[in-house]
């Protein structure tokens, strides 16, 4: 009985190693490449950052850097994925048979137009309805244009009690960044207290250039 236990044990362990060589020879370890590359735009003149570049149901994936650039490790047979919002999403798979161990590639991506029907928005459901809405306004009916407030007096009024818009705001912020800068490198100038003006004036007075000419 024992000797037949032994027997038994012995062949399960050839069996289940036979069959581990085989396991192994029929699903070799795939070879692992080294993925990069540089995605453009249509045109080939710009970069296009923030890429997706994944494997499908793997969880291994990058994005492209600010210049297009990627690089990734993938494995022989792969099916690598480029997505990007506004643009048509994209594939390319890797050989089984690969012999290189690195892989560079270009690829450009071209833009997801999505054309939408027209639509026109109308207030009445027909074309026939809005004309005949059209032609029952009673213009007769409508309050005159009170002309005194068109009056310049109340439109300088107006344009007085009014804030300041974003020209306005953004010139005057300006002018005073340009001022400080100035107001760095000395006092600001005042012609009445400059003596070469002062000079200036004087010698003009003797000269007779002040006088009235008629």
């Given at each position: 009985?024992?000797?037949?236990?032994?027997?038994?044990?012995?062949?399960?362990?050839?069996?289940?190693?036979?069959?581990?060589?085989?396991?192994?020879?029929?699903?070799?370890?795939?070879?692992?490449?080294?993925?990069?590359?540089?995605?453009?735009?249509?045109?080939?003149?710009?970069?296009?950052?923030?890429?997706?570049?994944?494997?499908?149901?793997?969880?291994?994936?990058?994005?492209?850097?600010?210049?297009?650039?990627?690089?990734?490790?993938?494995?022989?047979?792969?099916?690598?994925?480029?997505?990007?919002?506004?643009?048509?999403?994209?594939?390319?798979?890797?050989?089984?048979?690969?012999?290189?161990?690195?892989?560079?590639?270009?690829?450009?991506?071209?833009?997801?137009?999505?054309?939408?029907?027209?639509?026109?928005?109308?207030?009445?459901?027909?074309?026939?309805e809005f004309k005949n809405a059209i032609l029952a306004v009673n213009i007769d009916a409508a309050p005159p244009l009170n002309?005194?407030?068109?009056?310049?007096?109340?439109?300088?009024?107006?344009?007085?009690?009014?804030?300041?818009?974003?020209?306005?705001?953004?010139?005057?912020?300006?002018?005073?960044?340009?001022?400080?800068?100035?107001?760095?490198?000395?006092?600001?100038?005042?012609?009445?207290?400059?003596?070469?003006?002062?000079?200036?004036?004087?010698?003009?007075?003797?000269?007779?250039?002040?006088?009235?000419?008629?």
């Amino acid at each position: 009985m024992r000797q037949r236990l032994i027997i038994l044990i012995v062949v399960c362990i050839g069996f289940f190693g036979n069959a581990n060589d085989a396991f192994s020879q029929e699903t070799p370890e795939k070879k692992v490449v080294q993925f990069s590359g540089v995605i453009l735009n249509a045109d080939s003149t710009t970069a296009i950052p923030g890429v997706n570049i994944y494997v499908p149901r793997k969880g291994r994936g990058t994005s492209s850097n600010r210049f297009g650039y990627f690089s990734m490790p993938v494995v022989a047979g792969d099916s690598i994925v480029f997505s990007y919002i506004g643009l048509k999403r994209q594939s390319i798979k890797i050989p089984e048979d690969i012999e290189k161990e690195d892989v560079s590639y270009i690829l450009t991506m071209v833009q997801d137009e999505i054309a939408l029907q027209e639509v026109q928005v109308m207030p009445y459901p027909t074309e026939e309805e809005f004309k005949n809405a059209i032609l029952a306004v009673n213009i007769d009916a409508a309050p005159p244009l009170n002309r005194g407030n068109l009056s310049p007096q109340l439109l300088l009024r107006w344009a007085a009690d009014m804030p300041a818009s974003g020209n306005e705001n953004f010139r005057q912020f300006t002018n005073q960044q340009t001022q400080q800068t100035m107001d760095r490198y000395g006092p600001r100038p005042m012609p009445l207290l400059n003596p070469f003006a002062w000079a200036q004036f004087i010698k003009s007075i003797k000269n007779g250039d002040l006088k009235n000419k008629d």
